[in-house]
Structures are given as structure tokens and as C-alpha cells.
């Protein structure tokens, strides 16, 4: 996730701004850049690739940039790899303009191609560079010329996606404009100087007055004050919210949480709508699933005969929904396997083999062996991945990131909601391109998933209540997890999570095998956790859950239900009664994780564990 600083004042904004990206290095970032005003009509840019360290040798040599205002940005990476080429700030070919940017253009490649067809050479891969190019030809010409505001309001207009930019240009020392589409940016009011920001950390420091900005909504800010507007430079109707900052620097980084995970949990709507952008295009047909590095020809998805889905730990349990969503919509078989016992088995790979590799950091050593063999068997690769750059979407043939942001909880939550939805795009494509399913059907699919973020902001709104269960339940030895269909992986993923962050006995069941062995294990009191599939969709299922539940509630299990709002049908059986909305079959793991995450955080919590660093664990495990 980037860390945006724009500064305006009358402190060394060099200082300023270097320091604000140190704070916000809890982002993540994989390069860092800033730009100074001289104040005479200069910009001094630097960027660097790599830690904020790299940049800081860079300007110790250069020599300081002396300037009372500027810009800062740290760059997780999406457009284009983390080199100094694409790192930000990125400049207009007169130098006068400077731009940051967090989010993605969507539409950046036909703009890309206006610049190109007049004449402009693009230095770098991202989708940001056609943002300043933009705003320069407004500024040198037309309504707006030499209307350094007007300019950038005119190219916002003009800009899809999700976006934060900040523009700064060097005949206009005192004057910054930044504006929001989607991504975050928050304005810190001072005394004589101002600042924006991704958030508040940045001049934590400095001021504890802030302003957060409104969806669609811009600002000029000047050493002495701001003006927000929406992007056609009205004031009327706009409203932006004021607030006084009351957290430490540490808790504002956790967004006023106590723990990383807590705000990743809280996180997941945003993490699954950045995941989605860009990934449906409009067309004459109706529209198409697009991957991001689209290294497969729809030739070649047409021609794999089998798929395999490679992971570990919660990246596998994400794996085997694909299993249900890529066959259903395919009728591809799919295997999903372990990375780590893949290779060592000799799987039948060939050619015609598509090899979907999932790993949140991408550099799992268990699943980039796995994608090595495969590759050595000339299988093709799709990686699902979360880290750009990172050695698993080097290798592979193809990539979709998931676009959460750095995860930092070693449990993975937002990462884990964003694969499957990942997962789910690379379905779409597959059946896109062999033909299983019409374009309306694929757009109406993508569809459902554009409605998840809103539905699993409902569920979070149920988190009181889950919580109120866990720390009544915190210190009983075993909780045992019942799902069937897309269930299943659900339950196993609430064990695991239970698991890692309480180190409690937890084990995820298909409900159906509860009768072949682990029924024994039930006894009074036992906690069950049960994920209810909906009683519309697969009402077999549904009935023969009720059937499971009605065995272990008749053997003195508690049972914790999580259903369908309006499933009216299990509540006799629930001894507690999550709710959850209802969405077709395929959809609902990216609902009923959800309270699973917040249980097991609450129960550590309670039991009075580090949520972000469990014992034993690592956040990427790079040995076999
Ligand atoms: O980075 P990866 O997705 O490849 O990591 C895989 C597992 O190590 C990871 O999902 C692990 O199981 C998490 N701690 C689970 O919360």
C-alpha cells in the first residue's frame, strides 16, 4: 500500500517529508521518492528502489534539497515492477510538474495511448506517469492554461479507478493539489503549514488536526489553509470531515486498533474492491475478465486439459475454493495439492497442465518449488500473489495480485478473502475463454463479486457479538469446526486461524465425515462451530447439516451457528446465531470467514497473546 506526503510551510520539507515516509513504512513499500520546491522554480526530485535507507544514501550525496514544500511517497508496487524507473515521483518532460499516486488508473492504457500518439515518450511502466503528462498539456493549453488547479481538476474528470494523487508544480512553490477516488488521503491543518497524507501518521508529529476528505474529492492547500472541492472545483454540497487526532503514534498505524489484524480484518471490503479493479473490461461484446500480467493467450487457456492449485497453510485452504468455483464454471478437473508434498510425488504434469500457484508473499519456498517443478515439467504457471516482484510472479507465466496491501499480521485475514476472490477471476477467465460461460453470465459473476466489499462491511458489523461468544468460550481445550461444499475450507481455515493466534487444539471437519470418527470427540459442552451452507441454493446440503447438527447437539455439543439471515429453519439448533447475508453458494466463504477471523483474534486476545506475531511462526516462510 503507498504512503503519500504532500507539505506546504515553513520547516525543511526534506525533513518533513522524509521523516513522514519512515513513519508510514508499516505500509510496506519495495521503493521511496520525494520532490522539493526551491521556491525559484525548480523541482529537486530523487527515487530510489528498495528501503527508504537507499534513498536516504542517494540524498546525502546529491546534496539536501533545500524547500519549504514538497511531496513523498513510498511505492508498493503494482504497475510495472519496483525499479528507480517506476519509482515515484514521476515527472512531465518540462520538469515543472511532479505527481504521487496511490491506487490504480484503470484506464490508464488508452490515455497512455493519447500521450503516445502525440508524441510523448513515457519513461516508466506505471499507470501514474499518464497523470502528470495529463496535467501538463492542460496546464500548457486549452481552458485551463496556466491554471495550475484547473488542470488537475480537468484530468480527474477524465481518470477511472481508484486514486490518491498529489501534484505539486515549480512555479507554484506554495500550492499543493491532491485529490481522492476510492484510496485514502487525509489532510493535517497547522499552523501556518499544512500537510496531506495517506494517513494521519505522517505529521502525527506536527498537528493533531485533521480533515478527512470525502469519496471523489480534491484539495489545494497552502501554508495557510485548504480548499476542498469536488473534482469540478465546487464547493456547494462538499463535505469533507474534521477530527482531532487522540492516538499515539503506535495505535495510528493500527488505524486505533491494538493489533495489525484487527485493521486487516477491517480491512477486507477495501482489499477485495482494489483486488477486482481493472480485472473486468467493458467491451462490445458486454465486457471481459482481464488478468494483470497476462502472459497466457486465450489459445492456451482453451487448451489445458486439468488444473492444479498449489499452496500452503491459509493460501491452500483458499486453494481448494478454487477447486469448487473453476470445475463448476469449467467443468476443468482441478486437484489442489500442498506445495510442499506436490513435487515430491510426481504429479502427471505436462503442457496442457495450468499450475495456479497461491501465496501471499510470494516467496513460500514450499509453493516456489512447487511452481519450479512444475515449470521443469512444462506445465504454465498462474501465480496468485499479493507482492509484486516478489520470486513466485517472476517465475510465473501469469499473474493476478491480490491487492490488500502489506499484511503484517502473520495471520493471514484480508490476503486470505482477496485469493479467493482471485481464485474466482481466474474461473471467469478459463470460462471465458473456452466458451462454458456467455459474457453476460461472466459479467453477471463478476458482479457478485463487486458486491462482497459492501456485504462483508455488514458482517463486520457483527463483530460485537462474536466477540461476546469468544471470550466466553476462551478457555475451554477444543473447538471443532463443521462445514460442507464451500464450507468445508471455511472450517478449516477457522481451526487454523484458532490454531496459530490461541494455540488451541482446533480441527476443521467435512460435516459429512463427523460419523466415520471424529463424533467421538464430542462431549458435553464441546464448542462446534458451524458453518450453515444457504437453505436456497444447495438445500440437500442445508438439510443434511441440520441432520449433523441435530447428532452432536443430542451428544451435549454447543453449537455456534453461522447461517444465512432469514434461515429461520436452524435457529432451534443454535445455541448461538451468527448471521450473515445471503449470496449465491460460491460467494459465501468471502462472508462466513469472516466472524471466524474476529473469533480467534478475540479468544487470543483474551487469552492475552501477540495477535500479529504468534508463537513459532513467521509471516513468510522461505525454508522447506
Ligand atoms: O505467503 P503465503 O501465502 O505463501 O503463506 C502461506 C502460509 O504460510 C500462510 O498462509 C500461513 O498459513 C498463515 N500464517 C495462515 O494464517
Known amino acids: 500500500m503507498c504512503g503519500i506526503v504532500g507539505y506546504v510551510g515553513y520547516r ?30 525548480s523541482i529537486a526530485v530523487e527515487r530510489k528502489a528498495g528501503r527508504l535507507a537507499n534513498l536516504e544514501a542517494e540524498l546525502a550525496e546529491t546534496g539536501h534539497f533545500a524547500g519549504a514544500a514538497g511531496t513523498g511517497h ?27 499516486h496511490n491506487g490504480i488508473i484503470e484506464n490508464f492504457a488508452p490515455l497512455r495511448r493519447e500521450l503516445e500518439d502525440a508524441g510523448i515518450e513515457l519513461l516508466s511502466d506505471t499507470d501514474t506517469e499518464v497523470a502528470v503528462h495529463l496535467v501538463a498539456r492542460a496546464y500548457a493549453e486549452g481552458p485551463t492554461a496556466g491554471d495550475f488547479t484547473g488542470s488537475v481538476l480537468s484530468v480527474l474528470q477524465r481518470l477511472e479507478g481508484a486514486f490518491t494523487l498529489v501534484f505539486t508544480h515549480a512555479d507554484h512553490p506554495g500550492t499543493i493539489v491532491a485529490a481522492r477516488q476510492s484510496t485514502p488521503l487525509v489532510v493535517g491543518v497547522g499552523d501556518g503549514e499544512m500537510f496531506v497524507a495517506s494517513d494521519v501518521t505522517a505529521f502525527i508529529e506536527y498537528t493533531r488536526e485533521a480533515v478527512e476528505l470525502g469519496q471523489n474529492q480534491a484539495v489545494v492547500i497552502t501554508a495557510d489553509g485548504y480548499t476542498v472541492t469536488d473534482f469540478f472545483g465546487n464547493t456547494a454540497g462538499v463535505v469533507s470531515r474534521p477530527f482531532t487526532i487522540d492516538w499515539d503514534l503506535a495505535a495510528a498505524e493500527k488505524g486505533g486498533h491494538d493489533y495489525f489484524m484487527l485493521k486487516e480484518i477491517e480491512e477486507q471490503p477495501t482489499a477485495i474492491a482494489d483486488t477486482l479493479i481493472g480485472h ?34 491459509s493460501s491452500y485452504h483458499a486453494g481448494l475454493l478454487a477447486k469448487y468455483a473453476i470445475e463448476h464454471w469449467t467443468r476443468v478437473p482441478v486437484e489442489v495439492e500442498l506445495a510442499s508434498e506436490f513435487r515430491y510425488r510426481d504429479p502427471v504434469l505436462d503442457r ?127 473447538v471443532l469446526f463443521l462445514g460442507r461444499h464451500v464450507g468445508y475450507p471455511v472450517a478449516l481455515e477457522g481451526a487454523l486461524k484458532l490454531k496459530e493466534l490461541a494455540y488451541l487444539h482446533a480441527e476443521g471437519f467435512a460435516a459429512g465425515e463427523l460419523k466415520h470418527g471424529p463424533i467421538a470427540l464430542i462431549e458435553d459442552g464441546l464448542p462446534v462451530i458451524v458453518v450453515m451452507p444457504s437453505p436456497k441454493g444447495r438445500a440437500v446440503l442445508h438439510s443434511k447439516l441440520l441432520s ?48 471466524l477471523q474476529i473469533f480467534a483474534a478475540e479468544i487470543a486476545q483474551t487469552l492475552g497473546y501477540d495477535v500479529d506475531k504468534p508463537r513459532n511462526l513467521a509471516k513468510s516462510v522461505t525454508v522447506e
Open 74 to 100: 513510498t511505492r508498493w508496487a503494482t504497475h510495472g515492477a519496483p525499479t528507480d524507473r517506476n519509482a515515484h515521483p514521476h515527472r512531465d518532460p518540462s520538469g515543472k510538474f511532479a505527481v504521487v
Open 280 to 313: 473486468f473490461v467493458v467491451d462490445e461484446q458486454g465486457g471481459r475478465i482481464v488478468l494483470d500480467e497476462q502472459r497466457l493467450t486465450d489459445q492456451e487457456l482453451r487448451e489445458f486439459d486439468k488444473v492444479f492449485v498449489v499452496a500452503c497453510g
Open 352 to 478: 496442457s497442465t495450468l499450475v495456479v500457484a497461491i501465496s501471499q508473499s510470494g516467496e513460500t519456498a514450499d509453493t516456489l518449488e512447487a511452481v519450479r517443478h512444475a515449470k521443469e515439467q512444462k506445465a504454465r504457471v498462474l501465480a496468485i500473489c499479493n507482492t509484486n516482484g516478489a520470486q513466485i510472479p517472476r517465475e510465473a507465466d501469469a499473474v493476478i495480485y491480490t491487492r490488500t496491501g502489506p499484511e503484517i499480521g502473520v495471520a493471514s485475514t484480508k490476503a486470505f478473502l482477496a485469493q479467493i476472490a482471485a481464485n474466482y477471476l481466474v474461473g471467469l477467465a478459463l470460462a471465458q475463454a473456452r466458451g462454458t460461460k456467455y459474457p453476460d453470465e461472466v459479467a453477471r459473476e463478476f458482479a457478485e463479486l463487486e458486491s462482497m466489499p459492501a456485504l462483508i462491511s455488514r458482517v463486520l458489523e457483527s463483530a460485537p457479538k462474536v466477540r461476546a461468544i469468544a471470550r466466553e468460550l476462551a478457555h475451554v481445550p477444543t
Open 548 to 595: 449433523n447438527i441435530r447428532e452432536i447437539q443430542a451428544r451435549g455439543a454447543r453449537t455456534i451457528v453461522i447461517a444465512e439471515e432469514g434461515d429461520d429453519t436452524v435457529r432451534p439448533f443454535a445455541d448461538d446465531l451468527i448471521e450473515i447475508p445471503a449470496v449465491p453458494t460460491l460467494y459465501q466463504p468471502l462472508l462466513s470467514t469472516v466472524p
Open 12 to 41: 525543511d520539507a526534506l525533513d518533513v517529508v522524509v521523516d513522514a515516509l519512515r513513519r508510514m513504512e508499516y505500509r510496506g513499500y519495495d521503493s521511496a521518492g520525494v520532490a522539493i520546491l526551491d521556491g525559484n522554480g
